[in-house]
């Protein structure tokens, strides 16, 4: 049996719309798009990680102390009548500070030393008259006896006026303690005292601290004892680390601190910006190792794991913004230093992190160098 087929019907057919026809071959594959296709890619400034030597420190709290410093304490009781000198006062060697009321003492020493004047004329006749003695006792004229009386006489005189000699200069040594001077050149400390009153040998007067021989006193944990030595490197920085002076160790103690179990150990410092008894940062360099830092400002947080972006190539000379977990050293100047997450070569993203999306287009511009450590950073 046959089939008519009406002519029109076929017309029909071959006129169906392109729209019907592209839906009969919608199950082709079609070619897959780059990540981020028809989003318009952001500009971004890059640094292309490189490793640098970083430096292995630690760090811990240290006190600077002048190896000459003295506290003034009276050596004889009084009242105290002049105060010569202020509070942070440069002062000389042997510089008058201030001044007991010496009137006492004084007085002690001139009968000591009337004393001492009736001794001498003592002493004085007595060796005229053992003189005399002598010429008499050869001419035969006196006796044996009265010649040892005049010898013991005399020796005693002697010796009664020596002693008040040496009575007198004591006294004398005395009365200049009632000057209080400066044991060395230094600065005055604070003058808890006032005009008047009286003090004794317990009494501070003040403190005079040489200040251009400074050391930094660290007690390091003995679980670096192996590790420390002269010549390490200490770092001493401010209350915002910004460094304030690079020196070394040269000096190691052979024992270890009974109370804080730590060994001392100090380093010399110049910096007119530290003093005396003040308590700095010391960061103790162990060592250098080449490790890639990054900017603190390329570095964003999110539930305190550290992230950095990274321009990664995504062919077709297309880019896109991948988010990399990072694992955080310590600070490098205005710098991390990064212990895991990324690999030489890579390009951190550093401008514009705050617009930037996980796979979202991005066009580095032109790489710049990796950061550079501050100077001294592993001095």
Known sequence: MKIAVNPPFILSILALPPLLAGAIGCNKAQPQQPPGAGMQALPVQTITVAAIPVAQADEYVATIKSRRSATINPQVDGNLTKILVHSGDHVSAGQLLMQIDPAKQEA????????????????????????????????????????????????????????SSASRQEQDRELAYYRIAAPFEGIVGDIPVHIGDYVSSTTTLTTVDEKKDLEAYIYIPTERAAQVRNGLGVQIVDSTDKPVENTSIDFVSPQVDDQLQGILVKAPVRSPLLRNEQLVKARVVWGMSPKPIVPVLAVTRLGGQAFVFVAQDAGGGHFVAHQQAISLGDTVGNNYAVLA???????????????????????????????AAPPGAGS
């Open 108 to 163: 002690t020493l001139a009968s000591q030393a009337a004393t001492e004047q009736q001794k001498l004329a003592v002493y004085q006749y007595n060796q005229l008259q053992v003189e005399r003695q002598r010429k008499l006792f050869a001419a035969g004229i006196i006796s044996k006896d009265a010649l040892d009386q005049a010898e013991q006489a005399y020796a005693n005189s002697k010796a009664d006026y020596e002693s």
């Open 341 to 371: 997450g990324l690999n030489n070569g890579d390009k951190v993203i550093v401008s514009g992190t705050q617009f930037l999306m996980d796979k979202m287009p991005v066009m580095p511009l032109p790489s710049g160098p990796p950061p």
